[in-house]
C-alpha cells in the first residue's frame, strides 16, 4: 500500500488534535507515515502509532525553533526523498499552509489548501473545499507531481487504529535559505485553560454588541459553563476588547464546531467565511434583522446581557 | 541607494457580491465587480510607510490578471505608489498558485527588487501562500504574516503573531514580506493621489516577455483540477423566538435537546 506523508503539528511533542485527524484521514489513501520535528519525538511517536502511523520519521535541531519555515521545508523534503509518499498532508495552520507551499514548489506539485475532507479516488486523493464563505462546496485533486493537501482542523472524527510506529531518525542537511529568516526572539502565548479555538467542539464568541472589554467575562462566563473556546468578531478585536488570535473569520480563525453560539454579532460575509462551516449555529442579537439569523438553527431576538447570563445559569444548574 | 519595491496586488470578485463559478469551474468574474483585494492595500500601506522612512524608494504594483485589473492596479498608484505592472494573457485564464507563484517571481526579477510585499492571503482563492512560494523560487528568505513590519540598514524586521506565541523575525534584503490586517489601516487615496494616478506609467507584460510558455500557466498548465463545484443550499432558517423574559432559558432547552447540555 502506498505511504502517506503526514506532517505532525505538536507542542513539545503532544500531538495536537488536527495530526490525529489527518492520521485519521491519511488511511483512506495509504499508510501514514508521520514526520515529528522538533523535541518530543519519544512522547508523541506512541500517539502517532495508535492513530496508525507504521512509522514516525524523526529530527531534531535548532534551526527548528530558530529559523522561520525553511529548516522544517527542507526536512519534509528528506522525509519526501526518503519515502516516496503518495500523498503529503499538513495541517491547515498558518505556518502549515506555508511549509505545504514551499514543498510544493520544490518537489514540483500541485497544491490544495484547506480541505474538509479527503478520499481516495481513481486518479489520486479528492479533496473537499468549502469556499466563498461556505457557498459552494468544491472537489478538487492535485494532477502534476505528489499531491500536497493542507487539512482543517475539525475535518474528521480522530479514529485510534494501533499500528507499528517504527520510530526512525531522519537525516536532513539544511539549504542555504534554511538560516535566511531568524527568529529573534519569542513570547509565548498564555494559555487560558480553555480549548483551542480551531479544535474546540463548542465555540461561544462575541462582538461589536457585548460593548467593552469588561464585558467579555459574560461571554467567558457561557464558555466555560460548556466547555467552550472563546472567539470574537473583528469589531470586538479592532476595538481591543479581546485578544486577535481569538479572530473569527476571513483573517481569523476559521472554526468548524459542533455548536457554535453568536452573541452580538451581525454576521458580516467576512465573519460568516470563517464560521459558517459549523454545524449547528446559535445566535443571540437585539436586532432581528441581523444577517447571522439567516444562518442560524436556533436564534434568540434579545440583549445579550439579558439573555447570555440567563443561558450560563441555566446550563450550570442542568449540569448540576 | 534606491530602494526598489515590489508590491504584489490581486483583482478579486467583490466578496460581498454573489460570488459564482463559471462552466469551466473557474471564478466567474462577469458575475460580481472586480476590486483591489482589501487585503492587499495593507500591503501597498506597508510599502508606503516603508518608502517614507527610506531615504530614496521606489514602489511598483504587480498584479497577474485579466484586463480590468488594472482598476486595481490604479487603486494601489492612487494611493500613492509609483509604478505599475501588470502581466495579463489570455493563457493566464484559470492559473492556479503555482502558476500564479511563476509569473509573480518571474515579473519580480524582471522588475527589479529589494523586497517584495504581499497581502496575507487573496480575498477570493484565500489560501495565504503564494508569498511562501514567490520567496522560494526567488531564493530569498520569508519574512511572512507581519503585524509589524521595518526596513532598516539592509534588514527587514517584523513581528508575526502566531498561534503559540509572538515572534520578533528578522532578515537581510532582498527578501519577500506579507502583512496581516493587523498591520495598520490603510490610507484612502486623496483627490490629489487619483488625479496623479492617471499620468503614472502602468506596463504591460505578456508571458513572452517573461519568457514564459503558454501550458506553464492556465487551465491547461494547472497543478490542480477542480472536478466539481456545487452551491450549497442555502440554511435553512431555523427557530427564531424573541426574548419575553425566558430567552435564555429558552435557549437552554434548544441545546439540551441537542445534546449540548
Ligand atoms: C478584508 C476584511 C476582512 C475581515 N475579516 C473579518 C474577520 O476575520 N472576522 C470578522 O468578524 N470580521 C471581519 N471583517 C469585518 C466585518 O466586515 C464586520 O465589520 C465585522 O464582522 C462586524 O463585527 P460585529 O458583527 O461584531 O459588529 P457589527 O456589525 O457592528 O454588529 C454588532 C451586532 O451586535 C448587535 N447588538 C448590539 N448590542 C446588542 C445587545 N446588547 N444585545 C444583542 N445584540 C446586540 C447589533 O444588533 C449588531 O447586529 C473583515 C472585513 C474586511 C474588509
Ligand atoms: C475558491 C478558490 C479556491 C482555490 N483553491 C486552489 C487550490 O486549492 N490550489 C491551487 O493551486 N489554486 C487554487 N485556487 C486558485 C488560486 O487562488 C489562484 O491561483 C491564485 O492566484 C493564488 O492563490 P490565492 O488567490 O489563494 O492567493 P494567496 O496565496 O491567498 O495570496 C496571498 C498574496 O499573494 C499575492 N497574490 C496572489 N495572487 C496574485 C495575483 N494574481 N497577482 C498579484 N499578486 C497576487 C497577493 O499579495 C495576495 O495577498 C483557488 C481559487 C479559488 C477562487
Redesign the interface.
Known amino acids: 500500500m502506498a505511504e502517506v506523508l503526514v506532517y505532525v503539528d505538536h ?1 513539545d511533542g503532544a500531538v495536537r488534535k488536527p495530526t490525529l485527524e489527518l492520521l485519521t484521514l491519511a488511511r483512506r489513501i495509504g499508510e501514514p507515515v508521520a514526520v515529528h520535528l522538533g523535541a518530543g519525538a519519544d512522547a508523541a511517536a506512541p500517539v502517532l502509532a495508535e492513530y496508525g502511523a507504521v512509522k514516525v520519521l524523526t529530527a531534531d535541531a535548532p534551526e527548528f525553533a530558530d529559523y ?3 529548516p522544517k ?1 527542507d526536512a519534509l523534503a528528506a522525509a519526501y526523498k526518503a519515502v516516496s509518499p503518495a500523498a503529503v498532508l499538513v495541517p491547515s ?3 502549515g ?2 511549509i ?3 514543498l ?3 518537489i514540483g ?6 480541505a474538509v475532507d479527503l478520499e481516495a479516488g481513481d486518479e489520486g486523493p ?1 479533496a473537499t473545499q ?16 505528489t499531491p500536497v493537501i493542507t487539512v482543517k482542523p475539525n475535518s474528521a472524527a480522530p479514529e485510534a487504529a494501533p499500528a507499528a510506529g517504527t520510530v526512525e531518525q531522519l537525516a536532513v542537511s539544511f539549504g542555504e ?1 534554511s538560516t ?10 498564555e494559555s487560558t485553560g480553555r480549548p ?1 479555538l480551531t479544535e474546540a467542539a ?1 465555540v461561544v464568541s462575541g462582538g461589536r454588541g457585548v460593548n467593552g472589554a469588561e464585558n467579555f467575562p459574560l461571554i467567558e462566563a457561557l464558555a466555560d459553563s ?1 466547555g467552550a473556546a472563546v472567539g470574537a468578531s473583528r469589531a470586538a478585536v479592532d476595538a481591543g476588547w479581546y485578544p ?2 481569538n479572530q473569527v473569520g ?2 481569523g480563525k476559521a472554526v468548524s464546531p ?2 457554535y453560539i453568536a452573541a452580538g454579532i451581525s454576521g458580516a ?2 465573519h460568516r ?1 470563517g464560521m ?1 462551516t459549523s454545524k ?3 445566535a ?1 442579537n437585539k436586532d ?1 434583522e441581523a444577517p447571522i ?11 445579550l446581557f ?10 450550570k444548574s ?2 448540576g | 541607494m534606491s530602494l526598489r519595491i515590489v508590491v504584489c496586488v490581486k483583482y478579486v470578485p467583490d466578496a460581498t457580491g454573489d460570488r459564482h463559478f463559471a462552466e469551466d469551474l473557474t471564478v466567474d468574474r462577469d458575475d460580481v465587480d472586480g476590486l483591489l483585494s482589501e487585503l492587499d492595500e495593507y500591503a501597498v500601506e506597508q510599502a508606503l510607510q516603508i518608502a517614507d522612512e527610506a531615504d530614496d524608494a521606489e514602489i511598483t504594483v504587480l498584479t497577474v490578471g485579466p484586463e480590468d485589473a488594472k482598476d486595481a492596479l490604479r487603486k494601489a498608484l492612487s494611493m500613492g505608489a509609483d509604478k505599475a505592472v501588470h502581466v495579463e494573457d489570455d493563457d493566464l485564464h484559470g492559473t492556479d498558485a503555482l502558476g500564479t507563484s511563476l509569473v509573480l517571481a518571474k515579473a519580480i526579477e524582471h522588475v527589479g527588487y529589494d523586497l517584495v510585499i504581499s497581502g496575507m492571503a487573496s480575498t477570493d482563492g484565500g489560501m495565504g501562500v503564494v508569498p511562501a512560494m514567490v520567496a522560494e523560487r526567488l531564493g530569498v528568505p520569508q519574512v511572512t504574516l507581519l503585524s509589524e513590519v521595518a526596513v532598516a540598514d539592509g534588514k527587514v524586521t517584523g513581528r508575526r503573531d502566531g498561534d503559540a506565541a509572538s515572534e520578533q523575525l528578522e532578515a537581510s534584503l532582498p527578501a519577500v514580506v506579507s502583512v496581516t490586517d493587523q498591520s495598520g489601516e490603510a490610507r484612502y487615496p486623496s483627490f490629489k493621489g487619483i488625479m496623479a494616478a492617471k499620468k503614472k506609467p502602468v506596463e504591460s507584460l505578456d508571458l513572452s516577455d517573461l519568457g514564459l510558455e503558454a501550458d506553464e500557466v492556465g487551465l491547461d498548465g494547472a497543478w490542480t483540477k477542480v472536478d466539481e463545484a456545487t452551491e450549497r443550499p442555502a440554511r435553512t432558517a431555523g427557530t427564531i423566538v424573541k426574548d419575553e423574559g425566558e430567552g435564555g432559558k429558552q435557549l437552554a432547552e434548544f441545546l439540551a435537546g441537542q445534546k449540548f447540555i
Open positions: 507542542v522561520l519555515v525553511v521545508v495552520s498558518a505556518e499552509k506555508e505545504a507551499a514551499r510544493a514548489v520544490r506539485s500541485g497544491i490544495i489548501t484547506d479528492v468549502s469556499v466563498f464563505a461556505a457557498s459552494y462546496s468544491t472537489k478538487s485533486r492535485v494532477t502534476t507531481g535559505l535566511g529568516t531568524k527568529v529573534v526572539s519569542r513570547t509565548p502565548r483551542e463548542i460548556l486577535h488570535t476571513q483573517t459542533q455548536l460575509i467576512q467565511a459558517q449547528t449555529i446559535v443571540i432581528a439569523f439567516e444562518l442560524v438553527d436556533y436564534g434568540v431576538v434579545g440583549d439579558e439573555v447570555v447570563p440567563q443561558l450560563t445559569d441555566e446550563v442542568r449540569k
